[in-house]
C-alpha cells in the first residue's frame, strides 16, 4: 500500500509535535512519502496536476496538520479547494479518490479536556467536514489520530509514547 502523507503546517522549523512526528516517520518507515505544501508552495499557487498525479498514485492519503482556531491551516483548505476538482474525484467521471483511504493526525494546543462535548465538540465533531468530504468523493475515511496539548509541561513525555500510535495509524 502506498501512503502520502500530506503535510499542512505553515512553520515546521518550529513544530513540536507534527515535526516529531513526521521525523520518526521518516525513519521508520522511508516508504512513506511526506508531502510538505507549506515548503512545496510558499506563493501559494499549486500545482494542480502534479498533486492530482501524487494523490492517483497513492492508497492512503493522511492529512496532517495542527489544529488552529478548530480548523485546518489556509494552505490545506485552499489545497483541498484546487485539487480536490469537479470532473477528477467527484461529478462526472470524477472517481479518481474512490476506493482510497483518506485519515488526518492532528495536534491541538489544547488539552484533551478543551474537546468534549459540552463545550466546544469533539475532534471528531470539529473533522466532521473532512470525513464528508472523503465521502463525498468515494474514499474510505479512516478516521483521526489526534495528540492534544502541545504546550502542557508533559508534553515530551507524552508524544514519546503516543510515536507508536501515530506510526501504526499511518501505515497500518
Known amino acids: 500500500m502506498k501512503t502520502v502523507v500530506i503535510l499542512a503546517h505553515p512553520n515546521i522549523a518550529n513544530s513540536h509535535i507534527n515535526k516529531v512526528w513526521t521525523g520518526a516517520l521518516s525513519q521508520a518507515h522511508p516508504e512513506v512519502h511526506i508531502h510538505d505544501i507549506y515548503a512545496l508552495y ?8 502534479a498533486e492530482q498525479t501524487l494523490l492517483e498514485q497513492a492508497d492512503r492519503v493522511i492529512l496532517e ?8 491551516p489556509p494552505l490545506l ?20 479518490l474512490a476506493g482510497k483511504e483518506i485519515g488526518v493526525a492532528v495536534s491541538t494546543a489544547g488539552v484533551e479536556d478543551v474537546y468534549n462535548d459540552s463545550v466546544y465538540g469533539t475532534i471528531g465533531d470539529l473533522l466532521r467536514p473532512i470525513e464528508s ?8 475515511y479512516l478516521s483521526h489520530h489526534v495528540f492534544h496539548g502541545a504546550f502542557a509541561p508533559d508534553v515530551d513525555e507524552r508524544l514519546a509514547k503516543d510515536i507508536d500510535n501515530y ?4 501505515t497500518k
Do not use: H, R, S
Open 42 to 49: 510558499p506563493n501559494w499557487n499549486i500545482d494542480v496536476q
Open 65 to 72: 496538520f495542527p489544529f488552529q482556531w478548530y480548523n485546518m
Open 77 to 96: 483548505k485552499k489545497w483541498l479547494d484546487d485539487v480536490f476538482a469537479y470532473g477528477w474525484c467527484y461529478g462526472e467521471g470524477g472517481d479518481k
Open 133 to 140: 468530504t472523503a465521502k463525498f468523493v468515494g474514499a474510505k
Open 167 to 170: 506510526l501504526g495509524f499511518v
